[in-house]
Every structure is written in structure tokens, then in C-alpha cells.
């Protein structure tokens, strides 16, 4: 994919430049608000959202919108992000102190003290944001690839000198996101959102559980996340009687999918504990061959994610620009 972010202080006018340098390429142009407004048509407002998670919140729409456009991003932080995809260039837009206050000015139509104090209150606003979202309340010069300052360039000539980047770097020969990269690297982000409790707005609406060990709650709000029905801990199956026809022994696998008719049960115990678990397993199959169920590690849930087809998630509500996901392989019975 072709990225570029365009980021900037405020009243430097890198918005400007940022859609005047898609306009030239022919990209995508992702703004701040729009970047925002798709978030929260994803995943619900903003309030409800931890602003820790948002680097990954962003990740996650635009890496979809990669796949079919090649992007230019003016949203702080960005340039943080796809650090290790080549068909990236990050911009940061700069001017001295009186230029931008001479610039809010004229946009907001101020005298030059009240564009000074907001200025000012613009500047404090985002380094506590970004310190929020980010970690970090300052830019780093060795994140970006490129620094602008607009003192003297207006906004015209500072896009022109993005595209002659973008094109001396060939980013537009990167070609678009594979759908393959795409769900890779959604996992992980989404694996990571899982841990907040974030789920795409519209989901399946499940009551609260409580959970015997954290995997397990993780493992549900990642299921969440790609829509697919799971019930905790619905049935225990007998293994061993005593002679009287009193149960001594059962299991009581941790969830059920409806969806593929498959008990799964989650493990992140040591191996002597392992051992005991898998051979009531072998037993519940011989009693139960009609049973499906697998055994699982944390490390294992990709592996489960990709087995079954859910790589991709359900459309969210209210988008209808793009194709319906595929159907989910059904899992072969055992």
C-alpha cells in the first residue's frame, strides 16, 4: 500500500497541505474527522472508548480503507503507525510561532492576542491528547521522513514537494493491502482491542459473564469482535460412574460455538495440569464421539481465527459500501 501522513502543528496549515497533496496524487485524503467518524461508526462514540486504545482503533480502519485506496492521513499519531511497511512516507508539517499565529488570525478572524492564547490552548489540547494516546506529548524528528516548513512555503508548494516524494519513492507501485496482510494484521490489532472489551458497534448483544481466568474473557471479546455466538460453559458431560450409577468425574468444556457445533476449551496452565485436562479429553471422545471439541492456547488463537474463516468480521451496521464478508468454513467433524 501507498501511506502518507501529513502531520502538523496547529496553524501550520498541514490540513491544507495534506488535501492539496491528495488532490495531486490521486489518494484517498483521511482527516482527522473523517478518521474519527469512521471510528465511531465501527465502534461505537468515542466516550465509550479508551483513549489508550487508539492507535489501534486507527490501525484497524485503515488498514481496511488500504486495501482499496492508497491514503494520505492528516490525523495526529498517525505517523506512528505501519512503521514497518514500505510504501510509507510520514510528513511533518512546521512553522515558527508568529506564522501561525498570523494564520489563526486570518481563519478565525481574531486579533493577534486572542490568536496567541488560542494557539496556545490549541498546542497544550493536543499535547495532552496525544500524551493520552500515544504515550507521548512531543514528535520525534526520526519519525517522520520528511519536514516541511511553511514560513515561506505556502500550502500549494508544500504538496507538490509530498508528491514529488511519493513519486521519487514509487510508493503508488507498492500496490493496495492484500486482503491477506489485512487480516493478519486485523487480528492483531483486534487480539489487542479485545483486551479493552471493544467490539464493533451493532455486535451480538451477550449478557455480562464471569469468567474463571482472564483468557477466557479475552477469548470472548474476540469472538465478539467477529461476531460469532458462543455460550459459557453451557454443558457438562459425564466421564466416570461409581457402580451405584453416581457421577464421579465430568468436564465441563469453556465454550460452545453454535455456529460450527464446536466445544473449545482454553489452556494457559502448567504442563502437569495440561496432562490431567488433556486425558479427560481423550476420554469425553471416546464416551462422546459425536462431540467436537479442540483444545486451545493463547498462542493458538490466530490459528483458530484463520482455521474456521473468521479472518474478516461481519459488516458492521450501517455500512453498505462494501461486499458482504464471505461465509465462514464450517469445521470439519471429528
Known sequence: M????????????????????????????ISELRLASLIEEEFGPPSALPEKAWPELMTSVLARLATAHHLVVCAEGAELLF???????????????????????????LERAAARELLRRLETEARLRRRRRFGRSSQRAENFDLVLNT???????????????????????QGLMSAA???????????????????????????????SHPSEEIFANLLDFYRVAWEYEPRTFPLQWDRHG??????TPDFYLPQFDLYVELTTMKQSLVTKKNRKIKLLRQIYPDIN??????????????????????????????????????????
Open 246 to 251: 453416581n457421577v464421579i468425574e465430568s468436564f
Open 181 to 211: 496482510a489485512e487480516a493478519h494484521l486485523q487480528f492483531q490489532v483486534r487480539l489487542k482491542l479485545s483486551r479493552y472489551g471493544i467490539t464493533p458497534a451493532g455486535k451480538l448483544s451477550f449478557k455480562p459473564r464471569r469468567f
Open 293 to 334: 471439541i479442540q483444545v486451545f492456547y493463547q498462542k493458538d488463537f490466530e490459528n483458530l481465527i484463520f482455521k474456521y474463516g473468521l479472518g474478516r468480521p461481519a459488516e458492521p451496521v450501517g455500512r453498505s459500501s462494501r461486499p458482504p464478508a464471505s461465509e465462514p468454513v464450517v469445521p470439519e467433524s471429528r
Open 2 to 29: 501507498a501511506l502518507i501522513t501529513v502531520t502538523g502543528a496547529p496553524g501550520s496549515r498541514h490540513e491544507e497541505t495534506a488535501r492539496l497533496s491528495a488532490q495531486r496524487l490521486g489518494f484517498e485524503l
Open 151 to 173: 514560513e515561506r512555503l505556502e500550502p500549494e508548494q508544500a504538496a507538490e514537494i509530498v508528491a514529488g516524494a511519493a513519486t521519487a519513492a514509487a510508493l503508488a507501485e
Open 83 to 109: 512503521a514497518e511497511f514500505p510504501g510509507l512516507l510520514r510528513v511533518q508539517v512546521v512553522a515558527p510561532e508568529a506564522r501561525r499565529v498570523g494564520i489563526l488570525m486570518i481563519e478565525r478572524q
